[in-house]
């Protein structure tokens, strides 16, 4: 079968191997629908800091159920899409029901091979029934899940201004479920399309370019100068990341979805004045995925608004690179198998 590996930065290779053999305790998906990420751009650019090589890529995936691995309630043949964060069950993270963050993690696709390839092996445990969701639906479910774990450790309230920058795909979805969660949203980007993409397919009220407007001035003409009582980080930016301490309120939270390898940089008075709250939110659990499915399956959520590439599997390392491409226009491109 064919796979897909980043041999090194820049380098995006197609190669055969055997398909995986049955393993106890593991079920085997043949990979229908495969999401590409920030996480697998930045591993292409040798940006991101949890990456080894070489790696197969691909952790936003949906397939069929080839085996079960004994996952109780699962059949054969079923449409199904996973957890991608395999967690070791014991550490301090895991007896804290917090597995999302285990101390041992693997993420598929970053520390062990991931899913750009036509069959892949993935803990029996980690499987999450389709629920009659599409492939292409289910493969969005995981970015999307990311965003709905941001906005459940920010404890967001109704009525609360939630400022996400980054208009990217994960900051989408952080925005998604913002607005569910009943917050007034304020999109803030550099990328007029994208903003313009928030407001009209997303219905976000409030957007700010960064490039070309005085964003403290805004902020407090939006939120009646009381600033943005949550702000959130999408961009893994270091510039961005630095400069959103700025715009949180008295008594605010900042929650960092976004990575970067460098050193935060903040005003110790102007923070500690405030009493802000300082937070960090990686990957997602089992409740955000079945939040997300279950917000797609209201309505309340369209993962078609978000797709737009679409390639064939064997086109993948030909159209790869042209994805870093900010003129590309790319907010979610999806290969089929």
Known sequence: MKAIVCEEPGILISREQEKPEIKEGYAQIRIRRIGICGTDLHAFEGTQPYFNYPRILGHELSGELVETGGAQGFEKGETVTFIP??????????????????????????????????????????LVHGEGLSFD?????????????????????????????GAGPIGLGIMEFARIAGAQVIAMDINAKRLDFCAKRLKVQHTINASTEG????????????????????????QAINKGFEYIAHGGRYVLVGLQKGLISISHPE?????????????????????????????????ANYITHRVQFGEVTTEFASWL?????????????
């Open 85 to 126: 964060y395999f967690n070791c069950g014991f550490c301090i993270a895991c007896r804290s029901e917090k597995p999302n963050c285990c101390t041992q993690i693997k993420v598929c696709g970053v520390h062990v091979d991931g899913g750009m390839t036509e069959c892949l092996n993935v803990p029996a445990y980690s």
């Open 137 to 165: 639906e289910l493969a969005l479910v995981e970015p999307l899940a990311i965003g709905a774990h941001s906005i459940r450790r920010a404890a967001v309230k109704p009525g609360e201004f939630v400022l996400v920058i």
């Open 215 to 238: 964003v403290i001035e805004v902020l407090k003409n939006i939120t009646n100068n009381d600033f943005p009582t949550v702000v959130i980080d999408a961009t893994g930016s270091q």
């Open 271 to 303: 923070f500690h004045k405030r009493e802000a709250t300082l937070m960090s939110s990686r990957n997602a659990t089992r409740a955000d995925f079945e939040h997300v499915i279950g917000s797609i399956k209201k309505g309340l959520v369209e993962p």
């Open 325 to 337: 491409d900010p003129a590309a226009g790319v907010i979610k491109a999806i290969v089929e198998l």
